[in-house]
């Protein structure tokens, strides 16, 4: 089933007077079934951030339309989009996003306060969670005191402690040397094998491997998929490769 649909997605900036447009989202369609693990690749500009942005609810489609779950985003009420986005989605930054002044384990319980549950079930939600990421022995301490690697596990169970729909990860390797990047997307692996579906921006041709699609957009749209299917790691890279370079190069696409 298709936890995710977006048809005939569309977005123009438009300053404030109207001189300048620009088509960021020109016609984008595709579909992310329940358990999917997609990883979208383009170049700088090619529109990746604004189709995150639209899919995060966080900014409103000029045209066309973004449903999690059949549940169309437009509809949503100013004051409903908060508490939807909470309850559906979990996000990972490449920056982390934690806040300095809390512990690791009071950043991992910060969705469950603005949800506001109870101490003793957040802390038996973040139990497994933090087990299975391997940061147990830190959870006291504050983001300057652990290592980026440690900081985007954080930021992860953060992202899973409401159990959501649709994990989407912005970059999430960005920041990290790359043997915490290799740790991060084995993680991902594992926790999209446990049945969590993820989008993921990336422009890491390793970190894209990690994935079982790969969406390629450039210039507003929708330019290849590839799916891993029985591909190994290397025939996947090298794949992703070829078509990244077909993107940079203006050719046309390899059917
Ligand atoms: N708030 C905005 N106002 C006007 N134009 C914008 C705005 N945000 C993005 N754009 C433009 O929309 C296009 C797509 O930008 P977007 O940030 O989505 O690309 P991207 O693929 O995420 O790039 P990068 O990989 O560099 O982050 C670019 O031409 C960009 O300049």
């Known amino acids: 089933m298709a936890i995710l649909e977006v048809e005939h997605l569309k977005k123009t900036y438009t300053t ?19 358990g999917e693990f997609v990883a979208i690749m383009g170049e700088s500009g090619s529109g990746k ?33 908060a508490g939807f986005r909470r309850e559906n989605l979990g996000f990972v930054f490449q920056d982390f996003n934690l806040l300095d002044t809390f512990s690791l384990r009071d950043n991992i319980y910060l969705p469950l306060v603005l949800e506001g549950k109870k101490y003793e ?8 969670i933090a087990k299975k990421l391997g940061i147990t022995q830190i959870l ?39 043997h915490a990047a290799d740790g991060l997307m084995k993680l991902f692996g594992e926790i999209n094998e446990e049945g969590q579906t993820i989008v993921m921006v990336t422009h890491s041709v390793k970190a894209a491997c990690s994935a079982k699609g790969v969406l390629f957009i450039k210039d507003g749209e929708v330019f290849h998929q590839l799916y891993r299917g029985s591909l190994g790691r290397d025939e996947m890279y090298q794949k992703i490769s070829d078509t990244l370079t077909i993107l940079a190069t203006g050719g046309e696409r390899d059917e």
Request: zero cysteines.
């Open 16 to 34: 404030r007077l109207g001189s300048n447009r620009v088509e960021a989202l020109k016609d984008v369609n595709f579909t992310v079934e329940r």
């Open 49 to 81: 951030t604004t189709l995150l942005n639209l899919l995060a609810a966080l900014d409103k489609p000029t045209g066309g339309q973004v449903r999690l779950n059949g549940k169309n985003l437009g509809e949503l009420k100013e004051k409903e989009i």
């Open 121 to 128: 079930e957040m802390s038996l939600r973040a139990e497994p």
């Open 140 to 178: 006291n301490k504050y983001p300057y005191e652990v290592s980026g690697g440690q900081k985007q596990r954080a930021a992860v169970a953060r992202a899973l402690i409401t159990n959501p729909e649709l994990v989407l990860a912005d970059e999430p390797s960005g920041a990290l040397d790359s």
